[in-house]
């Protein structure tokens, strides 16, 4: 009688999405098939530079062994939860094999299309003003998990995207290593990755001031964008509570090392909330911490969210914080809200979709 403890079982493993495995490993797993190796780069040939959706989109592989795929190596993990369009923007919802809900939008203007990609599952930074932030945090999302937003969106509404942003549910840099690993899937040509330049994506944070130092030795010219919102160390911990951890001082230090190390221009976004951070003062106190950074500032009129008393300011006062940065040679927009009418601020799709709490 064999011995159950030197021959266990072995239960067979759930189904691993291609958008997991790395091409050696999609290899080997094509090998186990019976399959040549080469049906690794075939595959992820289509994946990568064509954006398939699903399996009937890979028409250099046979139906027999297509349909096979279908059940032991299925393309992605995610499955669409719910999507909403509007004349500039599509947000998705995706839904992750454990349950959790992400959100990804697709911005479109008459020149390119830019996929805004979530890095958790909530957040746990806690702005006071977001919508993802109200919902908390539950977990870090694995490399592949954020791959598929860009793939999926691509795939399912049959335009490529040429810019990323990093910018939707999370904080990057507090999931640093999966985040980077999906970064140089991105950036890497294909089949190795999709082949986006490294200048076309930008990767965002509150002021993590380790992740600024760590991405400033990365070796890649990847975009940095700072979400600062005020001036003052008060007003930004009262909307950043992270910000008690590393203040301003710090996160301009860390900016400066990342842009004497790289010589990329740094962004700040600045979302205007009406009667908080919005006064001429305030952007007389912006100029004076940015006036020596080479910079750039993309001020976002805030995109309102129900949980929040937070208001737009005016037209006039978000013209005139702009004209005071301007004037002090600050290279300033006024970021236009796109995907208002799909509810694209961060978080908020998600947000509708989950369970009440109970009162």
């Known amino acids: 009688m064999p011995d159950e403890k030197q021959n266990p079982i072995q239960k067979p493993l759930p189904p691993r999405p291609v958008s997991a495995m790395t091409e050696d490993e999609l290899a080997a797993f094509f090998k186990s098939c019976g399959e040549p190796a ?18 009937s989109a890979i028409t250099n592989l046979s139906k027999v062994l297509r349909e096979r795929l279908k059940k032991e190596a299925p393309l992605y993990e995610l499955e669409l939860a719910e ?14 094999s454990d349950g959790a809900l992400i959100e990804s939008v697709q911005i479109r203007t008459p020149d390119r299309a830019t996929s805004c990609l979530s890095s958790q599952v909530g957040c746990a930074m806690g702005c006071v003003f977001c919508a993802t932030g109200l919902s908390g945090f539950e977990r870090h999302l694995a490399a592949h998990e954020i791959l598929e937003q860009y793939l999926q969106m691509w795939g ?12 939707g549910m999370g904080e990057p840099f507090h999931n640093y290593d999966q985040v980077m690993k999906a970064v140089r899937i991105l950036n890497s040509p294909p089949p190795a990755g999709v082949g986006i330049g490294a200048r076309r994506i930008t990767i965002s944070t509150v002021g993590i001031a380790p992740g600024i130092r760590k991405l400033a030795d990365e070796k890649l010219q990847v975009e940095l964008a700072i979400s600062l919102h005020a001036p003052d160390e008060e007003t930004r911990r009262k909307l950043i509570p992270v910000s008690k951890r590393y203040p301003i001082s710090e996160v301009m230090d860390a900016v400066e090392e990342f842009s004497h190390k790289t010589r990329r221009i740094v962004t700040y976004e600045y979302v205007l909330l009406a009667g908080v951070n919005d006064s001429p003062e305030q952007a007389r106190e912006l100029t004076g911490l940015l006036q020596t950074h080479p910079c750039k500032v993309n001020l976002i009129p805030f995109n309102p ?15 005139q914080f702009m004209h005071i940065l301007e004037k002090a040679h600050i290279s300033t927009t006024i970021r236009f809200s796109k995907g208002r009418k799909v ?13 009440a709490t109970p009162a």
Request: glycine share 6%.
């Open 38 to 55: 080469f049906r690794a780069t075939q595959l992820r040939e289509f994946v990568f530079r064509k954006g398939a959706a699903d399996y």
């Open 83 to 96: 999507s909403s369009d509007g004349d500039d923007a599509s947000k998705w919802l995706w839904k992750a």
């Open 156 to 167: 399912r509404s049959g335009m490529h995207s040429s810019h990323v942003v990093f910018m």
């Open 305 to 319: 969210v129900s949980e929040t008393s937070f208001q737009r300011p005016s037209i006039e006062a978000q013209e």
């Open 343 to 355: 509810d694209a601020a961060c978080g908020q799709l998600r947000r509708r979709a989950l369970p």
